[in-house]
């Protein structure tokens, strides 16, 4: 899980830690990826993130500053494969995150990439990432260049279609993120509207 980012939309307060019906946005997210991991990992510069998921392993990017892709960079450092998860989504649902594994296996992709209405045109930071991009992804981290160019620059990328993703859900629904006071009203608001 991707804790990153300055708040400054909040005062600087973390914005994972913002309620969105009864619970904090990071156990909603927490929640989501357990079903689809039993290792979570949770990625933030914070000295307080240790006390944000008890029993949670904390990383530090290792190319501070660096935006969301640093993130990923520390999490593939680790050897093993990433599912990644910004921790300011608050409707990413675990048949979410079980169709993009499911993509990754069934394509033998090195990333996949939900679909979405993004400026990038899809999420990546809601995605797959395969261990072999390790070394690509510290090499592109020196060009501060955006991350939908380092998906470019790959080989082997699956696309999770925004039709296979209206199987599990509203994309516009799954991938709100709250980086405002705004967005969390309205991501209050359509758990209210739900219930």
Request: proline share 7%; hydrophobic share 50%; with cysteine.
């Amino acid at each position: 899980m991707l804790a990153g980012g300055a708040n400054r939309r909040f005062g600087g307060a973390p914005k994972g830690l913002k309620d969105v019906g009864g619970k904090r946005i990071v156990d909603r997210v927490a929640d989501a990826l357990r079903w689809a991991t039993p290792n979570l990992t949770l990625v933030s510069n914070s000295p307080d993130a240790v006390h944000w998921l008890p029993g949670v392993a904390v990383l530090r990017d290792r190319y501070p500053d660096s935006g969301g892709l640093a993130g990923v960079d520390v999490a593939l450092a680790t050897g093993n494969d990433a599912l990644v998860v910004a921790w300011d989504m608050p409707f990413v649902t675990p048949d979410l995150l079980q169709l993009i594994l499911a993509t990754a296996r069934n394509e033998d992709a090195d990333v996949v990439v939900p679909e979405s209405g993004s400026p990038h045109g899809f999420e990546p930071f809601c995605a797959f990432y395969s261990a072999r991009v390790a070394t690509a992804l510290e090499q592109f981290l020196l060009t501060n260049a955006a991350p939908s160019d380092f998906v470019a620059s790959l080989p082997r990328v699956a696309r999770v279609s925004l039709e296979a993703l209206a199987k599990v859900g509203d994309p516009a629904r799954l991938f709100m993120s709250v980086n405002s006071a705004d967005d969390l009203m309205r991501a209050r608001a359509l758990v209210e509207a739900a219930q």
